[in-house]
């Protein structure tokens, strides 16, 4: 199979990163341009000594963010930026004829009012946002292969949507008085020199943040209609951890039918079983935890794979599903990738396993 | 003001750890009794080499646990032992006429009934339960003064009474479909040598566990009902997170006065306010956050303080209210010598700032 | 007792918010003044949440420092500057009165031209490096009782310093071929927004740093070399670690008397136990570790107490020395606070134990 | 390439479960065999969920260590057992024709009683010690192609030798006084349910241990004593720092040329480099480090690789000598992986980067 040529702009924060991981070592895909404003000269074996090692990362070398130079360069763009910045670097390179992987979230929102709703800025190319495709595999994978602008999801939004989109498909559970509740590793704050994230800060901590309207709200509720078929509201409450990396969610629904004692529980856990194992049971990066099991993030930090486990609790009427995700991969550059294989025809898990 | 004679049962895991660190330099109280199978024949600076510089620390040796020969050497008794064990030792320990504070469950629940239940045995001593006090301070002030026999409450249980409780009895907040999603320090899961415990399998890791049914929604339940006047059921979920020491604790209710916009939201948040200024505002070791500060363990590890703040949702209707405490201090040792100072008269504060 | 007026400029860094602990309750010291360009105008609560239960800290300011203002204010100043910047505020401080105690490097040296081969630039005030006392108590205490300046000591070299300076004084060790091999918690770089620094880049990260010229070596081998009465130049490596604080430093020894078999060592042995005796017997803050135990950081972060251990090696005819320390305690803020007590004729563990 | 069948006695322990994860996805290994006394009869899907979504994982379960059975399975044996039981193991595989892979310190040392000395039991296997190959690939590579029992090194000896063994055998540096100071995560303490290594009790501390005679001092002095054709006695200190996996080696030699100056040492510098470079520059696992950077843990964690820096201090007249391995991989499971990929012919990379 020929390689393709791909590039990351962006390439030296968190997510940036762990595309280069990727990249450097994908069977068909040939990294071929990174760009970064602060490391522009240096080699990456430079700017990542833990990729030195590796023939390309000694002459491959940071380059200062240029579209018409990438566009010559890459026949596939990363866009690992902030929000606001990546759409006008996606403009260009679509103009010239790249496809573009965007790792922000300026193309993942339907609604341009919405985006200046959770953002607090105009939507700054609002003519491309019918034409990009929501970059989660499990559930848009054929509009991803014939995509030109893919909106790769956010780290949130991933852990809530695997493990509630089926259900709610299914009308198993309601679409009202969903909680998701998440922690999250630091990466996910960025490799941004603030002291709110110094180590001092950060160890022997736990905190909540963002609450209650974090942005990342505005494309978990665009998908949660979507699959429910009418406007959904959730309440979502982020908090950070001292972990580097990784996303724990536990997240509360409401059956659509009662039960009320342990008979109707296993029944109704059969109906949810039979549903995950419809939507998930050939997906290469889902694993269901049957049996006794609850996820951990430790079990899947440096894969693409997203544990989920669920409890139904008589007690209470509810059930309790969980995820874990590593936030910079399944939650970002690793389900990232996912896309780049289903969009290029490379078997789905090629350089994720 | 003369010192009372203290002694420590199980004064080896980490909650008797911490009652040793307080109660040594306690300014009204003279620890004169330390037990553990474990260590006996040890002095305290030989097992707690951190204490070593207390002069106390050098000669007080650890002894086998005996009622008898306890009873004559401490007018005041703490009990941090496992549920089930600790009853044991308070009955021949109260017929003697000694104070009993147990830090265990045992005591906590006035249903020898739901002991079995979420405890899986017959309660050991249920004659007692009637005259035991629940001893949080904040609630239960004066029957501590009285008391004889103080179960002092759960590390989670504190993290979600104190926020919760004056809601419930102002009828603030619906007593019905509550939520209340903790992380926890892995101290709470006590010094045992086992597996899950060990520093490679927590760190970088991220989880939940006992999922529906946690042994403490028993105490949480029982409180949450006195004060709303009518049965409440919750939804707990506890994680661990790697850190030392702390509870986060994030609990989802809903205002019983509809808010439908920010005028409304604003004249409730007034009220909800109020309502903790009534209830916290002289209260030495509550601490009522406001403006933009969320709670933070890094805050309150090492002290005896609670911190709750909360915010009102305008999207979803809900209040959510979050605390973070020391599960051992404030939710575990620290919390009993504030019920000792009451008992004994002592200036609550003493020995804990 | 009459309590004294302290002043801290510079309070926002972590040896800063030490001070404040400290000195907020301090038995025999009144905080009256605390400066920070970043946070003048706020209130210690709200820079520091978890000192809000201090009465003072809700009414106590930062503000801008004013050596004038500030002199009124304060009898006693602590300084928690950079280099290079306290030595402007020492000045004006001693010349309107103020006894100075300096946590910079900028008084410990007695020489401008090394302070220059260490610190890259002029000595900012040598006409004072006379008159400044090195603020180690157990070395300089009767000094320190007479000091208007005090130059307190840095975190590492208090970990090599009191190990080493009775075993050099003594003529038990050999004044050459000295190596300190030091690990620290990452609040040694201070509360700095440098990438180096994040949670992500420090934690699961071991690393050397500042090899093989750190600038802390000038002022241990000033001091040992006083101690050897000839000069000495040592060997030192200091390590990040990811733990919020605490110093382990390893230090290998030369005995002057050679030592070839069990019996020989046992004897050489006793004279170091003897010797170390001899010099921290009584000290409150030096704990000799004997029997099997090695300094651990965990036992004595938050004190400002030293572990000291030593093991001889017939294989090798050397002895190793370890110590363990928390590095913002006895190693900056808490060995400040000994300097303070001293100085002032406290008791010297007062607000310290 | 046809595969080879291998299989893993002891697998449920940290190297033992990084076998698994390599041999899972090696290209030219085949995971026959996994035995662990307390997982048999469970998929390693169920005891290692984080492997769970390969496909081999559902399938192969645990069994009973049986040297007989095992035999059939596999053509090399890997052994991550304790030493002394190892030996146990290695005897009737060898004799039955398998290539064995030893993990522990059984057959590392030349002499059984320099391993009486160092692990106070009697060898359980003298007559294999003359046959075993040290399984340094760097070093004994046209050995390990042909051994039929390959003693893989230990996690601290791969850090000490592979900076060393070059130096030594150039005669660049002295053999005598040379002081190794390694900080190690706490994997290498195994996985053993004990207090010491509770997550609690590793957190936030530092200490050092086995001081000062560390049973890898046996292996590491035996191969120091080939490389300089003297016996060689060294200093070495191993720490326990809170990270998962990792070693960072500070080592401290004296170079046989005495420098004096700048240019001196720089004449010097170029000897070393050209020296590490023959030795290494052609090495796919050994990264020596130029210009400014120094070994850092979090570079080679998950990875073969070793990284190597290097100072001379004009001030001391010393070589420092610093390297960063994961202590799991290069200094276990990944070396042992990186034989059998010679013993068996396949490119010295497979199934590493």
């Not at 393709?4 to 040939?30: D, K, M």
């Not at 848009?140 to 949130?156: D, E």
């Not at 999250?184 to 490799?191: C, F, Y």
């Not at 950060?202 to 963002?210: D, K, T």
């Given at each position: 199979?020929?390689?393709?040529?791909?590039?990351?702009?962006?390439?030296?924060?968190?997510?940036?990163?762990?595309?280069?991981?990727?990249?450097?070592?994908?069977?068909?895909?040939?990294?071929?341009?990174?760009?970064?404003?602060?490391?522009?000269?240096?080699?990456?074996?430079?700017?990542?000594?833990?990729?030195?090692?590796?023939?390309?990362?000694?002459?491959?070398?940071?380059?200062?963010?240029?579209?018409?130079?990438?566009?010559?360069?890459?026949?596939?763009?990363?866009?690992?930026?902030?929000?606001?910045?990546?759409?006008?670097?996606?403009?260009?390179?679509?103009?010239?004829?790249?496809?573009?992987?965007?790792?922000?979230?300026?193309?993942?929102?339907?609604?341009?009012?919405?985006?200046?709703?959770?953002?607090?800025?105009?939507?700054?190319?609002?003519?491309?946002?019918?034409?990009?495709?929501?970059?989660l595999?499990e559930v848009?994978?054929?509009?991803?292969?014939?995509?030109?602008?893919?909106?790769?999801?956010?780290?949130?939004p991933?852990s809530v949507l695997l493990p509630v989109l089926p259900l709610l498909r299914a009308g198993l559970v309601k679409s009202t008085g969903i909680i998701a509740?998440?922690?999250?590793?630091?990466?996910?704050?960025?490799?941004?020199?603030?002291?709110?994230?110094?180590?001092?800060?950060?160890?022997?901590?736990?905190?909540?943040?963002?609450?209650?309207?974090?942005?990342?709200?505005?494309?978990i509720e665009?998908e949660l209609s979507i699959a429910a078929g009418t406007p959904v509201i959730i309440q979502?409450?982020?908090?950070?951890?001292?972990?580097?990396?990784?996303?724990?969610t536990t997240i509360y629904l409401t059956p659509e039918k009662h039960f009320a004692n342990a008979d109707e529980a296993a029944a109704l856990n059969q109906r949810i079983l039979a549903c995950y194992q419809a939507a998930y049971g050939n997906e290469?990066?889902v694993r269901l935890l049957e049996?006794?099991?609850l996820p951990?993030?430790?079990?899947?930090?440096?894969?693409?794979?997203i544990e989920i486990a669920w409890r139904l609790d008589p007690r209470t009427g509810r059930l309790i599903v969980m995820s874990?995700?590593?936030?910079?991969?399944?939650?970002?550059?690793?389900?990232?990738?996912?896309?780049?294989?289903?969009?290029?025809?490379?078997?789905?898990?090629?350089?994720?396993?």
């Open positions: 199979m020929k390689k393709i040529s791909v590039g990351i702009v962006g390439a030296s924060g968190y997510s940036g990163e762990e595309l280069v991981r990727l990249l450097l070592t994908h069977p068909h895909a040939e990294l071929t341009a990174v760009t970064s404003r602060q490391y522009a000269g240096q080699t990456l074996a430079q700017v990542f000594p833990k990729f030195a090692n590796h023939p390309h990362a000694k002459t491959l070398r940071f380059v200062e963010p240029n579209a018409a130079v990438l566009a010559k360069q890459a026949q596939v763009v990363f866009l690992a930026l902030p929000h606001g910045v990546a759409a006008e670097f996606a403009i260009p390179l679509l103009q010239q004829g790249c496809q573009v992987i965007d790792l922000s979230a300026d193309f993942r929102l339907k609604s341009a009012a919405v985006y200046k709703d959770f953002y607090a800025h105009d939507h700054p190319a609002p003519d491309l946002l019918a034409t990009s495709v929501y970059g595999p848009y994978r054929s509009a991803i292969k014939n995509a030109t602008l893919i909106a790769s999801p956010g780290c949130y991933t509740d998440s922690l999250s590793g630091v990466s996910g704050a960025g490799r941004k020199a603030e002291l709110d994230y110094l180590f001092v800060e950060c160890n022997e901590s736990v905190r909540p943040y963002g609450v209650p309207k974090h942005r990342h709200l505005s494309e665009q979502f409450t982020p908090h950070l951890v001292p972990v580097n990396r990784g996303i724990l290469p990066f049996g006794k099991a951990d993030t430790k079990n899947v930090v440096g894969t693409n794979v874990a995700e590593d936030n910079i991969v399944k939650g970002a550059s690793g389900q990232a990738v996912q896309s780049l294989n289903i969009l290029c025809g490379f078997p789905e898990t090629a350089g994720l396993i």
